[in-house]
């Protein structure tokens, strides 16, 4: 099994575990996302054929879609933030006109 088929597995679990935490059935949770229980199944088996639009959506009904934002997000570049901390122009408010 590669790697992407891992992480998708891992996914599954998860959102499967948030699930029963919930206290949510299978049927419950897939009417609230809007799928069949079967998609729901293949979702929380890691199956890589389910539309990402149903996994936005369990991650909207759990409070989680904000960790979406890092999926693709820039990479940080150190340098940069080395160059900003370091930086010896020092900003000032500008002064008030009386």
């Given amino acids: ?6 992480k998708l597995r891992e ?7 948030e ?7 299978q049927s419950m949770f ?3 996302i809007g799928v069949s ?10 199956n890589s054929t389910v539309l990402i639009d149903s996994w936005v959506k369990s991650l909207e009904i759990l409070d989680r879609l904000g960790q979406m934002d890092g999926l693709l997000a ?3 570049n150190l340098f940069e933030k080395y160059e900003r901390k370091n930086d010896p122009h020092r ?3 500008s002064r008030r006109v009386s």
């Fill in 1 to 6: 099994m590669g790697v992407r088929e891992d």
């Fill in 19 to 25: 699930r029963i935490s919930r206290n949510d059935t």
């Fill in 11 to 17: 996914m599954g679990e998860r959102l499967r575990r």
């Fill in 30 to 32: 897939a009417a609230r």
């Fill in 74 to 76: 820039e990479p940080e």
């Fill in 37 to 46: 229980v079967p998609t729901l199944r293949k979702m929380e088996a890691g």
């Fill in 91 to 93: 900003q000032r408010a």
